[in-house]
């Protein structure tokens, strides 16, 4: 028999054998790469099984898999916890937390999320769970595995410190208060004390005089000082009062008039530059008022005989600024971080009158108001305070 096949023919057969090898090693390569699926998963469900940690795995919308550690973890027993009965595990809190993760996870098919969940173990006691979550392959289908970790006693343990450190700054500052209010309140007891006892001792009716009007100022000092008291733990406690509109300008105006005596007496020359379209400010009047009385006291107390203090209000967009000026002694480097601490003067000798409170009061104003103070000062060059309000506060409504 003659082999009438062309050249064309032969070609032609050997690219459909080509062709079918190619088939048959395409079909190959996808059953090799099964069967390496396949032994990944074996590996991956031994793994899981000896792992200390809680692992789960969730798939098709519920909970399919959760390795022995678990049981450790809560004390359940594995199989009735598994599917829809996991939700009964889980605190209210946390359940829309964990809802959401899932149901980003069935909307993507994959995840990547570390979210804190509460839970109860089996005796219903509440356990802070760390769980951690990344998308895998389970079954030749999407899956979510979670690694949990049980945080309880860390929080506890870490919330425990915070609760000692808090304690001991509380200790603290009740010890700093307690010596600083004692050394306040006795020197004008024991100039009180002192008078008394002169008073039980003198005859002539102007000694006599004398010793009661240190005496009174001795309780005018003292007033002064439990009113200040009273008015940091106000603050401090967060008492809220009814804001209301009020012509700043005005406040700046009644300040100063009411610190007249002390600015004759020191015969010092006040320049007042207030700006005349300032806007009304919401907030607690009489409050800004003594914030606004103490700084320009502080200037009056500290600057000498016949000096010059300029106060000066401008408005910028939503704030307003309040600058008061002087050239006196001026604060030290050293002592400008502390000046607003509560019973800190510069004047460490206490040659200057007051209770150590004032700056502390007006921070404590300004920052209610969510407003702040800045400083600058410069030895014998004199202080520039600068206070910023905001003509409307966040919490105007309260």
């Not at 995840?111 to 979550?133: F, G, S, T």
Request: hydrophobic residues 40%; charged residues 25%.
């Amino acid at each position: 028999m003659t082999d009438k096949r062309t050249r064309a023919d032969l070609l032609n057969e050997i690219h459909q054998l080509q062709a079918r090898i190619a088939q048959l090693e395409a079909q190959y390569q996808h059953a090799m790469q099964k069967k390496s699926v396949s032994d990944n998963e074996v590996h991956l469900s031994q793994l899981l099984e000896t792992l200390p940690i809680t692992i789960f795995i969730y798939q098709n919308h519920q909970m399919v898999y959760l390795n022995p550690a678990a049981h450790h973890l809560g004390g359940y027993d594995l199989e009735a916890i598994i599917g829809d009965n996991f939700w009964q595990i889980v605190h209210p809190d946390s359940v829309d937390t964990l809802r959401d993760a899932f149901r980003q996870f069935n909307s993507a098919g994959e995840l990547n999320a570390r979210i804190e969940v509460k839970a109860y173990n089996v005796h219903h006691q509440l356990r802070i769970l760390d769980v951690q979550m990344v998308s895998i392959s389970y079954n030749h289908q999407p899956a979510l595995l979670g690694a949990v970790l049980d945080v309880t006693e860390r929080l506890h343990a870490h919330e425990r410190q915070l609760a000692l450190e808090a304690e001991k700054q509380r200790v603290k500052l009740l010890t700093d208060f307690v010596r600083d209010v004692s050394h306040d309140f006795r020197t004008p007891l024991s100039t009180i004390n002192t008078c008394v006892y002169l008073l039980g001792r003198i005859d002539d009716p102007i000694k006599r005089q004398q010793q009661l009007d240190i005496m009174r100022e001795q309780v005018r000092h003292l007033d002064k000082l439990v009113d200040g008291l009273l008015t940091m733990s106000r603050l401090d406690s967060g008492l809220v009062t009814p804001f209301k509109l009020f012509d700043l300008n005005l406040v700046i105006i009644e300040s100063v008039q009411s610190l007249t005596p002390y600015i004759k007496e020191k015969k010092h020359h006040i320049h007042t530059d207030l700006q005349d379209d300032l806007s009304l400010i919401m907030g607690d009047m009489q409050d800004v008022y003594r914030a606004v009385r103490e700084i320009i006291l502080n200037a009056v107390q500290y600057t000498p005989s016949s000096g010059d203090i300029v106060i000066q209000t401008r408005q910028h967009d939503t704030m307003v600024m309040i600058m008061v000026q002087d050239n006196g002694d001026g604060i030290s480097e050293a002592d400008l971080p502390r000046i607003f601490d509560r019973f800190f003067r510069a004047d460490q000798a206490r040659t200057i009158g007051g209770v150590g409170l004032g700056l502390s009061i007006a921070r404590k104003v300004i920052e209610y108001h969510h407003g702040h103070i800045d400083v600058q000062s410069k030895i014998h060059h004199g202080s520039v305070f600068r206070i910023y309000l905001p003509i409307r506060p966040p919490h105007e409504d309260t």
